[in-house]
């Protein structure tokens, strides 16, 4: 059974406005979150993270937000730029003692011009 | 070249083929993976490598078999694979083996025919 959930496959919204992609994970004993960003032909990149003793993590144009109570976090791009346009993973990993990373399917987003 | 990089990108083999996938990275990192990504399913954790010595390895059939000769390279060997085998294979570094933020290659798509 998957334990990090990324329900929306794909996302489209105009240039210029918020990005919201959605996360939800059912493990809690899950202490770390992570967003990767992946172009097509690429590799999966590290974009932003936040432990589980924080409720807010803010860089640049990207904010992650966690809700440990609904076991639920969320990144907030904006303002989205097409360059943006990805497919985001969200992954989660353990409390210390295991080397793995659990990770969503993905959501694609599209920024339009 | 830098990050971190594999070889081939495509590979096409046959159900009795043995074949080796490369991975590279440039990074001075201590801990190599592998993973799995198939169509519509999250990345599966294959191994785990940790200055050479394998820490991990999720069940993974026997046809696959790993190698870390040393801190920088890592092979998977395949060989007598199943059509259901087909997916983009993945490796990943990290400083330490318990560092969070992991840096993957750009894949190598596996078509077992």
């Known amino acids: 059974d998957q334990q990090v959930k990324q329900n929306s496959p794909s996302l489209s919204v105009q240039e210029g406005r918020i990005s919201i992609l959605n996360c939800d994970y059912t493990n809690s004993m899950f202490d770390y979150f992570l967003w990767y960003k992946k172009y097509p032909a690429e590799g999966p990149t590290f974009l932003i993270s936040i432990s589980s003793i924080k409720d807010k993590n803010e860089d640049g144009r990207f904010t992650v937000f966690l809700n440990k109570s609904a076991k639920h976090l969320s990144l907030h791009i904006v303002p989205s730029q097409p360059g943006d346009s990805a497919v985001y993973f969200c992954?989660?990993?353990?409390?210390?003692?295991?080397?793995?990373?659990?990770f969503g399917t993905g959501t694609r987003l599209t920024v339009i011009p | 070249e830098t990050g971190v990089t594999q070889t081939p990108r495509h590979l096409v083999m046959g159900m009795t083929n043995k074949k080796s996938l490369k991975c590279e990275q440039h990074l001075g990192h201590n801990a190599m993976y592998w993973y799995k990504q198939s169509a519509k399913k999250p990345l599966e954790l294959m191994f785990v490598y940790s200055l050479e010595e394998r820490v991990e390895n999720n069940s993974v059939p026997s046809r696959f078999s790993p190698e870390c000769p040393n801190s920088s390279h890592l092979f998977l060997h395949l060989h007598t694979l199943q059509p259901e085998d087909s997916a983009l294979y993945l490796c990943?570094?990290?400083?330490?083996?318990?560092?969070?933020?992991?840096?993957f290659g750009p894949g190598t798509r596996l078509t077992v025919t």
């Open positions: 992954a989660a990993r353990p409390i210390s003692g295991a080397n793995n990373l659990f």
């Open positions: 990943a570094s990290s400083q330490e083996l318990a560092h969070y933020e992991q840096y």
